[in-house]
């Protein structure tokens, strides 16, 4: 086996992240920082108990938020959630009202960097739309859901700030239960109609996807999807998983103030 195979072995990675872990956790032994690291399902840290913060979940994403909410338990009084992934920083403002008061976003690095109040932003989106934000974020392109082809996250947000409370109301539904309401679906469908012709009458994707095609012959991956791709996004094992996260944790006495949570996407 060449050096390159076995550093790209999944088995390598996963051992070599054990043993990095520790070896951190040993490193800041002693120190006044309170340090934590996770490995597989396993959290560890160097000053206090960290077992209520162990977790399946296998994207840093969700985890990140799930040690942000265990250091408000604590007592953090400013947050501060370090990370260049758009997936967290949605997550952070979907459960911002479970955050401290004075939560950051920080994101970008040297003259790029910046820090983000989130308290603003949800201000400024209301208590639907941010309710919302999960389901549309993953609709319109998240890391590990596909987007529409030809619109990028600006459109669709476009398409999203001007959308009907019915609209707002079927992505706020989306992972939220297991069978899919027709009346979402047919919501949804009225968006993504939107989306592919701003101020169309057109409700019907079907119809949608047949004009363009019979003016302009577009190939068809540019038309908008059919009912049944987008059917299967919603209903199917793409968006539920991403939308419907649900994070439990348990209440702490331990305080500690201005904690600094820091991590990198999944």
Not at 82 to 99: E, G, K, M, W
Not at 109 to 126: C, E, T, Y
Request: charge should be positive; glycine fraction near 8%.
């Amino acid at each position: 086996m060449s050096t390159k195979q076995f550093l790209s072995s999944t088995a390598t990675k996963d051992r070599l992240t054990a043993y990095l872990a520790k070896k951190a956790l040993n490193h800041f032994e002693g120190k006044p920082k309170v340090f934590t690291v996770t490995s597989r399902q396993e959290v560890l840290s160097d000053s206090m108990d960290v077992a209520h913060l162990c977790s399946s979940q296998e994207e840093a994403d969700t985890r990140l938020i799930l040690h942000s909410l265990g250091a408000v338990c604590r007592g953090a009084t400013e947050l501060y959630i370090r990370s260049p992934d758009t997936d967290v920083f949605i997550l952070a403002i979907y459960r911002y009202h479970q955050l401290c008061r004075k939560t950051y976003f920080v994101t970008g690095v040297g003259n790029k960097k910046r820090v983000i109040s989130l308290g603003p932003i949800v201000s400024a989106l209301g208590d639907e739309k941010d309710e919302a934000l999960p389901g549309f974020h993953a609709l319109s392109g998240a890391d590990i859901t596909g987007r529409f082809a030809g619109k990028g996250k600006l459109t669709c947000w476009q398409a999203f700030s001007t959308c009907s409370m019915e609209v707002v109301s079927a992505f706020a539904a989306l992972g939220t239960s297991e069978k899919l309401k027709a009346d979402t679906e047919r919501a949804i469908e009225t968006f993504v109609c939107q989306l592919y012709e701003p101020g169309s009458t057109v409700v019907d994707i079907g119809d949608l996807r047949w004009k363009p095609f019979t003016k302009k012959q577009l190939q068809a991956e540019k038309l908008p999807p059919t009912r049944g791709a987008l059917h299967e996004a919603i209903a199917g094992h793409i968006i539920r998983p991403w939308c419907g996260v649900r994070i439990t944790f348990l209440t702490l006495t331990y305080h500690h103030n201005n904690l600094r949570v820091e991590g990198r996407g999944g």
